[in-house]
């Protein structure tokens, strides 16, 4: 989406991961696995569909755990549809993803980038949003982004 500037909103954050690219890479392709360490603290995740291959999609449900948050789609659950635009084993992983969501403030699509660079003391992951919806208050994405990068980091290591 475009920022109050013209410009379209890039989200960024990365991690160094203990653990060897094609593990963490692997991570990505399995639906439980995709699952488990996805959601950000405070959420939980259930995949619905899953095809992991260049053109596959998927659609994941985040749920809550606190009725104190609102959901993207209902009350307590933020669904989107994923497609994977790119697969590079070990390097990168590129999806479209777009919320299923009633408010424009969540339309569009969103281009996430998982990149992944092997260094001596393990991998450096940096996932990067592009087109960010408007809805999407910067500092709650970086929180979950960061949040994401731990849980990916506590499950692969």
């Known amino acids: 989406m475009v920022d109050g500037n013209g410009e379209k909103r890039i989200d960024t954050a990365s991690k160094i991961i203990m653990a060897d690219a094609e593990t963490i890479y692997l991570a990505f392709l399995d639906?439980?696995?995709f699952a488990s360490w996805l959601p950000p603290e405070g959420m939980s995740g259930q995949v619905d569909t899953f095809?992991?291959?260049?053109g596959g999609t998927y659609r994941?449900?985040?749920t809550y755990d606190q009725a104190s948050f609102t959901g993207k789609t209902s009350e307590n659950t933020d669904v989107y549809q994923g497609r994977f635009v790119e697969l590079v084993p070990n390097e990168r992983?590129?999806?479209i993803v777009m919320f299923e969501s009633n408010d424009p403030a969540y339309?569009?699509?969103m281009t996430q980038k998982w990149l992944m660079q092997s260094l001596s003391e393990g991998t450096k992951v940096t996932v990067v949003c592009e087109d960010v919806p408007n809805g999407i208050r910067k500092e709650d994405h970086q929180v979950g982004l960061t949040s994401t990068l731990e849980n990916l980091s506590k499950?692969?290591?």
Do not use: K, N, R, Y
């Not at 095809?51 to 260049?54: G, I, K, S, T, Y």
């Open 51 to 54: 095809d992991a291959q260049v």
């Open 31 to 33: 639906p439980a696995l």
């Open 93 to 95: 992983i590129v999806q």
């Open 107 to 109: 339309s569009g699509e």
């Open 155 to 157: 499950f692969v290591t």
């Open 60 to 62: 994941m449900i985040l």
